[in-house]
């Protein structure tokens, strides 16, 4: 069901319109303004607009983000088989939700964004994905999706308790959630502020998040292991550099014979992980896990995620 923004009301419609206080969304770029938009918060820091056409074409064909969507769509087969609706929390430029469509024609994609400029790159390349604008600490939704991701997202937002919480209450009964983030602080490097993140995680620290937040683990496993040594020296040799010599692209403009022989490296590693290999150590982190329904209906999971709400609309 959608949420009202205004009233709090839920309501079934397939616009976004509240039955209840007739609250509708502003547009921009045809995409429903469901979040603060950034336009509105000068204050705030984070991805600038170009940085999504540069990244883009970075992205394209890159090892690591070839590999990193090849084992989501690999978690969805295997953990959420009968999932028929699927939520990308902070789509970026749609390149995982364009991956859904192709492989999974039986579930409806949507994809939500805090940057609509990123939601227009995304919109070019995908033909069936709903789209909207969102600030992810308030997701207007309630038991509405069978399964929800959040790729590389958390680490970029210092509420993700607040996130995981909401994105909870989005879930239907019995759904499921797949997260993907970057591992180990002692790796964190000029990349990592370039890229507006605000932590790496322990792998203890997001499992401990997880469950707080009313999910049951079902899947976990490191990735970008066997190229954890690669990447432990480049991070290591950038450290050393005086910080304006760091080049906060090196790991995304490698050379494509480098890019070859590296996604090699994560087809195998992939392949290991299908087989039920559960890397300790690596430069990611992957769990699935489900909504724990008797936890998610506590009133200490709801409390705090309402308050964020009425902070939003202030
Ligand atoms: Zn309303």
Redo the contacts with the bound molecule.
């Keep these: 069901m959608k949420m ?1 923004l ?4 839920l309501f079934e419609n397939r616009i976004w319109r ?1 039955p ?4 509708e969304p502003e547009y921009a770029g045809g995409f429903a303004l469901l979040g603060v938009n950034h336009a509105d918060r000068p204050d705030q820091e984070g991805f600038m607009p170009e940085y999504f056409r540069e990244l883009e074409i970075l992205e394209s064909g890159h090892f690591w983000f070839t590999a990193r969507n090849r084992l989501i769509r690999w978690a969805v087969s295997r953990y959420f088989p009968l999932a028929r609706s699927f939520l990308d929390l902070g789509c970026g430029t749609g390149d995982l939700l364009a991956e859904i469509e192709m492989y999974r024609p039986r579930i409806i994609p949507y994809g939500a964004d805090f940057y609509v400029e990123a939601l227009i790159v995304a919109s070019r390349k995908l033909k069936r994905s709903e789209l909207f604008q969102a600030d992810i600490r308030t997701i207007p939704f309630r038991n509405e999706f069978d399964l929800i991701g959040l790729f590389d997202v958390l680490e970029h937002i210092d509420e993700d308790e607040a996130v995981l919480r909401e994105a909870n209450k989005a879930l239907a009964p019995g759904g499921g959630i797949l997260v993907t983030v970057p591992q180990h602080p002692a790796l964190w490097s000029c990349q990592d502020e370039y890229g507006c993140h605000l932590r790496r995680y322990r792998a203890h620290e997001i499992r401990s998040k997880l469950k707080k937040t009313g999910f049951r683990i079902i899947f976990e496993t490191s990735f970008v292991s066997l190229l954890l040594p690669a990447m432990a020296l480049n991070r290591l040799f950038n450290g050393l550099k005086k910080k304006k010599k760091c080049d906060p692209m090196a790991e995304l403009k490698i050379p494509s014979i480098l890019n070859r022989v590296f996604a090699r490296i994560m087809f195998m590693e992939l392949l290991l992980i299908e087989r039920g290999i559960s890397f300790p150590a690596g430069g990611s982190l992957i769990f699935a896990a489900v909504k724990d329904d008797a936890l998610g209906k506590s009133p200490a999971a709801v409390t705090p995620a309402k308050a964020g709400v009425q902070n939003i609309l202030k």
């Design positions: 009202c205004s009233c709090g009301s509240c209840n206080c007739l609250w």
